[in-house]
């Protein structure tokens, strides 16, 4: 079974320049998440979906982050304008959406800011 | 509200020495708890979950979890530590169907 994909591996930009992030959940997963681990901390959620509808985004700093899964598959994470405070690593992940079920990690995009 | 804490932002231990994670929780009802462990440069693996079937939960690579709920704690063990076991741990718990994380303990292992 393919896992969880996301491109790039690595992003480096200079600050207020906007950047994009994709992620291909499993096939057949309806619930995907976007996480911000910045170094040194755990994965905070940015933003859950539930098939191509938002379920939480309460975290998202919406003013500069925006997310979609279009058609309910892929999904892309942007960031526009970017800050110094974005560098972190950014995880998609995916599960089957039923209660108490695995969610599957893709490697991450590493963000540089500078 | 829920959250979790882990004690411990480091811990060393020698190979073949027992491993101790330490992990607490604060919850008004039953929790659903779990250990991820994340290697460098890999994504993130479920180790363990709780979900209130058993309080002594095996995980994967000889890894274990006590839920206790007298103690509001979920520490993670194993009997003995190999070298391929140094990565980041980290407990939460699931809220819904959203992982919320705690800070992370990272687990270095000596020959």
């Known amino acids: 079974e393919a896992g969880v994909a996301q491109s790039p591996r690595y992003k480096i930009i200079e600050k207020r320049q906007s950047v994009a992030f994709w992620c291909n959940p499993i096939?057949?997963?309806?619930?995907l998440y976007w996480y911000q681990q910045i170094l040194g901390q755990g994965p905070k959620l940015l933003i859950q979906?539930?098939?191509?509808?938002?379920?939480?985004d309460s975290q998202l700093p919406k003013d500069r982050f925006s997310a979609e899964r279009l058609k309910g598959v892929d999904s892309t994470l942007k960031i526009q304008p970017a800050k110094l405070e974005d560098s972190a690593v950014y995880l998609c992940?995916?599960?089957?959406?039923?209660?108490?079920?695995?969610?599957?990690f893709g490697q991450g995009t590493r963000l540089t800011v500078v | 509200a829920q959250s979790v804490t882990q004690l411990d932002s480091h811990v060393s231990v020698s190979e073949g020495t027992p491993v101790l994670l330490r992990c607490n929780y604060s919850s008004s009802y039953s929790p659903s708890l779990f250990w991820y462990v994340q290697h460098p440069n890999k994504g993130l693996q479920l180790l363990l979950k709780?979900?209130?079937?058993?309080?002594l939960v095996k995980g994967i690579n000889g890894f274990e979890a006590e839920f206790k709920k007298s103690e509001t704690s979920f520490h993670l063990t194993k009997p003995s530590a190999h070298m391929s076991d140094a990565a980041e741990y980290f407990c939460g718990y699931q809220a819904g169907t959203a992982l919320i994380f705690g800070k992370g303990t990272t687990l270095s292992v000596s020959s």
């Open positions: 709780y979900t209130s079937a058993a309080t």
């Open positions: 979906f539930q098939n191509n509808g938002v379920v939480d």
């Open positions: 096939s057949g997963h309806a619930t």
């Open positions: 992940a995916s599960s089957s959406g039923q209660t108490n079920t695995e969610a599957f």
